[in-house]
Nanobody
C-alpha cells in the first residue's frame, strides 16, 4: 500500500521560510518523479513543481520560481519543499504526489493528505 505523509506546515510571517517533507512508503521511491501541488481556498489545485526520479531535473511554477526548492533523499524515501520569502498568496494546503516512473512530471497516481501552510502579514 502506497502512503505519502506530508509534514512541516504551519503559520509563518510573510518573508519567512518553511520546509515541508513528504515521507513515502510502499513503492520504490527512487524510481519515481515526485511533485508538490497546492490548493488555496476557493481555487483549483495547482502544481508547485516537480523533481525527476534521479533529482537532476526540476520544474517550478512561475509563481514560486526562485523562492521554492524541491529536493529528494532517495535513501530516506522523502521529498522536500523548501519555501523561502513566503508571501500571503502562498497560503494553501500543500500536497505531495508520486509522478512518472523513470521520468519527470506526471501522471500523478498517489497523493498525500496535505499539510496547511498559512502566511500572515
Amino acid at each position: 500500500q502506497v502512503q505519502l505523509v506530508e509534514s512541516g506546515g504551519g503559520l509563518v510571517q510573510a518573508g519567512g521560510s518553511l520546509r515541508l517533507s513528504c515521507a513515502t512508503s510502499g513503492l520504490p521511491f527512487s524510481n519515481y518523479a515526485m511533485a508538490w501541488f497546492r490548493q488555496a481556498p476557493g481555487k483549483e489545485r495547482e502544481i508547485v513543481g516537480y523533481i525527476n526520479w534521479i533529482g537532476l531535473v526540476t520544474y517550478y511554477a512561475d509563481s514560486v520560481k526562485g523562492r521554492f526548492t524541491i529536493s529528494r533523499d532517495n535513501a530516506k524515501n522523502t521529498v522536500y519543499l523548501q519555501m523561502d520569502s513566503l508571501k500571503l498568496e502562498d497560503t494553501a494546503v500543500y500536497y505531495c504526489a508520486v509522478g512518472a516512473y523513470h521520468g519527470a512530471g506526471g501522471p500523478y497516481d498517489f497523493w498525500g493528505q496535505g499539510t496547511q501552510v498559512a502566511v500572515s502579514s
